[in-house]
């Protein structure tokens, strides 16, 4: 089973994208399954399974959804094995654009959308960076101008991606990149071992551990401050 | 390859000199600008974590990096001598399997062609055929040559450098820029050299096309829509660095038809044009009709369908003066 680890920024298209690719795998008799993580709530399963496609979805609920993905992604991929999958594609939602769920050695996709703004590829960081291929979405609305400006700032944030443009509506080039999908064959038994292309925060802080009270006494642990800048600097 | 080991013994300097883009870049990567004495790896590795973690990509592999942007831009600048003269289709298959009835359908720079068929009959996979430059890879089983040769893959596979550029109706500006702020971010994004020059063709031409003109500091999502239509024309004539234009159709209020695809064929490019209207479809010099997945035909425009244009024309002419006639209250003028 080859193992593909989808991402992007909420509403961006993954589940359109993603929809419209497994249709073009099928057209190529090849399998492919979802599994979903989102942090409180999706009915996106729903719409998997409504065109037959194996599915299972997973709420991060009050765990951050990065944390939630890593520590189940080998279920996850047993889960796909026993399914009997040739492809399976995670998807999950990027929300604070400080982490990312790419796997070394295993491909990961950015779904980004042209509506977002031109300078969304410089805050998203490692979800942007470190992808092998970035699917830019809703390209039939806006302007020529702004697709090329938008798709020359991904490349500047991401030099070594392969960059193309998906109509996550219309399905226009989900095929050509379905064809990305499956160039090697490879037969992923475990990623037990495997290794974060980027690790999570460091941060950890009395609000990570429940506090809620707001004041300096309350706040323990790895807790950084805003630079404000003090009177004198600002009568200069 | 750029050879990595070159760049690594480079100083920030000498890399600004020799790769000016380089400096944005590294902005943009979030890498500290200040000790230029020193290489990007001496520098990388006197980062705090924090910095680093900012980076995101490690040492050696930001390297990398750097060498894959470094290729990039230069492919990028010296794309004009890449130019696209010829477009060529060879038979693919129909929605049931069988086979094309032609051989090879050749399309060269400055000609139009417009692409009619029913909806759904495969207008949208022909392009997506031609926007991926396929090599019988795709469902219809096309290939595509550009100059008579296989496309070069990274037609495919680097988002800046398409082949082709699309215009269509429901396409917006969502940028909250003026004309002019808007035009110079696209020619920046493209390095382009006369930069000033260019901007001031676009906003010259984009008045030509539309009905009523608007000035460099108007806002672009306060155009309207015959003068967005006009200034989008304008720009990828002019801008857009693709050598073939797609147009799903061009309304009929607000802009000269004709004078926008002679504006986009005089930029050398070739134009294809998806569209239901009679006048825009005698307006290109082929027609390619496609009917269940298949181009079924590639007909050339004949003397006779000419002055059936001209008519087509007179006609539309009058309508507009009728329509521009009771805009401003006046009794409509003789029909004759």
């Known amino acids: 089973m080859n193992l593909v680890t989808f991402s992007g920024p909420p509403s961006s298209g993954k589940t359109a994208v993603i929809l419209k690719t497994i249709r073009a795998l099928r057209e190529r008799n090849i399998k492919a399954g979802v599994v979903k993580f989102d942090c409180l709530y999706t009915d996106d399963d729903k719409l998997y399974a409504r065109e037959d496609i194996p599915v299972k979805k997973g709420l991060a609920g009050s765990l951050c959804p990065d944390h939630y993905f890593v520590s189940n992604i080998e279920e996850v991929v047993q889960w796909g094995r026993k399914k009997g999958l040739d492809l399976l594609i995670t998807e999950s939602a990027g929300l604070c654009n400080r982490c990312s769920p790419y796997i070394k050695d295993i491909k990961a996709v950015c779904v980004i959308d042209n509506l977002s703004g031109i300078n969304t590829p410089r805050k998203i960081g490692p979800m942007l960076k470190t992808a092998d291929i970035v699917l830019i979405t809703k390209g039939d609305i806006v302007s020529q101008a702004e697709r090329e400006v938008f798709a020359s700032r991904v490349r500047a944030v991401n030099p070594d991606a392969v960059i193309m443009h998906i109509n996550g509506l219309t399905g226009q080039g989900a095929y050509e990149f379905s064809t990305l999908l499956d160039t090697e064959k490879e037969d992923i038994k475990t990623v037990s071992g495997k290794r974060l292309r980027f690790s999570m925060p460091s941060a950890m802080c009395s609000y990570c551990l429940g506090e809620k009270r707001i004041g300096e006494e309350h706040q323990l642990g790895n807790v950084k401050k805003i630079e404000l800048g003090d009177e004198d600097e600002e009568q200069k | ?336």
């Not at chain 2, 990388?44 to 060498?67: A, M, P, T």
């Not at chain 2, 720079?109 to 396929?134: F, M, N, Q, Y």
């Not at chain 2, 037609?155 to 398409?162: A, H, L």
């Open chain 2, 1 to 336: 390859m750029k050879s990595k080991n070159n760049l690594q013994e480079l100083s920030l300097a000498e890399l600004i000199d020799k790769y000016p883009y380089i400096e944005s870049f590294l902005v943009e990567q979030k890498f500290p600008l200040v000790r230029k004495d020193l290489t990007i790896l001496e520098i990388y590795h006197q980062l705090s974590e924090g910095e680093k973690e900012d980076i995101v990509i490690e040492g050696e592999e930001f390297l990398s990096r750097v060498s894959a942007y470094i290729e990039n831009m230069q492919d990028f600048l010296g794309e004009k001598e890449t130019g696209v003269e010829l477009l060529s289709l060879l038979a693919g298959n129909d929605k049931d399997g069988n086979q094309e009835q032609y051989e090879r359908i050749d399309i060269k720079t400055g000609e139009i062609v417009a692409l009619l068929g029913p909806t759904g009959s495969g207008k949208s996979r022909l392009l997506a055929d031609i926007e991926w430059a396929a090599q019988g890879d795709s469902p219809t089983g096309r290939t595509i040559l550009i100059n008579g040769e296989k496309a070069a893959k990274e037609w495919r596979m680097n988002g800046s450098k398409k082949l082709v550029a699309q215009l269509s109706q429901n396409m917006n500006f969502v940028m909250d820029l003026s004309v002019e702020e808007f035009l110079c971010l696209h020619a920046e994004s493209r390095l382009l050299e006369n930069e000033h020059e260019l901007v001031k063709k676009v906003i010259q031409k984009a008045n030509d096309l539309a009905g009523e003109t608007f000035s460099a500091t108007s806002q672009i999502t306060s155009l309207s829509g015959g003068q967005s239509r006009a200034l989008m024309i304008a720009d990828t004539a002019i801008l857009s660095s693709s050598p073939i234009i797609l147009i799903d159709e061009i309304e009929n209020a607000g802009i000269d038809r004709e004078k926008a695809l002679d504006l986009l064929v005089g930029e050398e490019k070739i134009v294809l044009m998806a569209t239901h209207d009679p006048t825009l479809a005698l307006m290109a010099d082929k027609r390619i009709v496609i009917n269940n997945g298949a181009i079924v035909d590639f007909i050339e425009r004949n003397n006779r369908e000419k002055d059936i244009l001209r008519d087509l024309k007179a006609v539309n002419d009058k309508l507009a003066k009728l329509r521009k006639e009771l805009r401003y209250g006046k009794r409509p003028s003789l029909f004759d």
